[in-house]
Structures are given as C-alpha cells and as structure tokens.
C-alpha cells in the first residue's frame, strides 16, 4: 500500500519489443535516444550490469580511478549522476556537455545499446554475477521499491526470473550471452562480482590496466579502500539514502544489503536449487565459457 500508485494512463511499466522497462526512469523517447542517437566516443567508457550484479560498486571503483584515488568526488556526487545510465530520460542532461572520458552506465541488453559502440573504440566493463544471488538481490530490490511491483512469494518470482519475460530489463541469461556474444566485436573486459569480492586490489589493477590508467599503490589503496562495502553503506552518495522512501523504502531493505557470495543458499529450497540448476545449464548449454559460480 505505500507503493507508487500509477493510473492506466502511466503504468508502472514499459514493454520495449519484448523487454520490460520501468516507467519512472524510462520511455520510448529515452529507449531511442540511447540507441540511435547517442554518439559513442572512442574514450567512452562503458559500466554495463544485469541489474544487482554489482552496479554500484562498478561505478565507484570507475569514479576513484578516474580521480586517481581521491575520493572528494565519491563523496560529494551521487553515483548516478558521476557515472549516469544511458538509457534513462536524465542522460542526455548529464552526458552531452561531459568532458572526455565519459563514464556511463547501463543495464540495457546488448540488441538495445548505441549502435554507434560498434564503429568506435570505447571500452566496456561487463560485470556479472552469481544468477542465484542477483536473484536474492533483485527480489529484495523489487521488495524495497516503490515503482516496481510486489515480488509476491519467492517461489513465483524465481519462476518469473528464470523464464525473464516478466522482470525489468528482460533475461539474466540473454543479457549475459547477448553481450558475452559480441566481445570480439566490441572492446570488453568481463569481469565478475565474486572476483571483486575474493580480490578487490587485483580487481582495480586489472580495470587500470584495461582502461589505460596507470595508478601508484596509494592511489589504488584509496580505491580499494573507498569501494569497500563498509565504505560505500556509509556514504550518502553510494547508498541511495538520498533517494525518498516512496521510490527507495530502505526500512524495508537497505539498497546496501549484505555485499557478499552465496546468500542464495539463505534462501533456496534445495528442490528450488536443483530446479534453478537445470534452467542454467539447458540456457547456458553451448557457451564457450566456464565462472566461478558454476563449481557452487
């Protein structure tokens, strides 16, 4: 009941030829704009996640790097605004008067992105997670927000999770294949949550490296440091405290939950579990790529 109650006229969502978008931050104009008439620098770079795959922190390691380790900025400025998504109504006002290097976000499928990407030499971070854990995760986030519906049960959502066709930005696993399937024609660096986690320090050095910046050890220190989970649930600009209850009800779940591997097994039956395997494997089947998680 203290959910963003919308008329017939403004639905809570958008369908975008087959994939589920949020209404509050999302149209067909803004859909467009990030698609066709975005123009792609060379220096771009690019923070694309499944949503709850480690967005958030993607843009605050990419924002103390880009401050060579000086966290004034990650202090001062929201995380959507240093590092803003693409295809929301805001970008063009954030995106288009930014100086070079742009740092951009986006959780849009790969058939979605600029089409100017593929003519340019921008560089794109893919970050991907646990799907048992982003799961856990979206179904907190859907719990917590105002302009998503109820989750219900956690049964009919993982139901709704594994088929994609009723969650916001469509298919854990067409996103991860659709973009895994272009990283020959795209500069990309895939990179995972849990490696972030088991390796933080390795992890920054391994971005640095990939985005052509080159860091002396306090400067990586300061980014490890000021993209740790402690440190980002304590900072206003990370944290999403600033956003109003009625969009982000954090009393319900904070947006900085745990920050950890494996919470799934919190929460899965072991008949969920074994269901959810059997998805994975009939989806994933044909990729040419082993993670960390498929050993769990």
Known sequence: QDRVVLSESCPMYMIHRGVIFPTNSHDEESLDYAENRFQVWDEDIFNVTYPKSGTTWMQQILTLIHSNGDPTLSRSVPSWERVPWIEQRTAHGYLETRPSPRLITSHLPVQFFPKSLFHSKAKVIYTARNPKDTFVSLYHFYNMSGFLEDPGATQDFLNKFLSGEAVIYGSWFDHLRGWLGVKDKVNLLFITYEELLQDPRGSVIKVCNFIGKKLDDK??????????????????????????????????????????????????????????????????????????????
């Open 219 to 296: 400067a990586i220190d300061s980014v490890v440091e000021n993209s740790s989970f402690k440190s980002m649930k304590e900072n206003q600009m990370t944290n999403y405290s600033l956003v109003p209850d009625s969009i982000m009800n954090q009393k319900k779940s904070p947006f900085m939950r745990k920050g950890i591997c494996g919470d799934w097994k919190n929460y899965f039956t072991v008949a969920e579990s074994e269901h959810f395997d059997v998805v994975y494997h009939e989806k994933m089947r044909n990729l040419d790529i082993s993670f960390t998680w498929d050993k769990n």
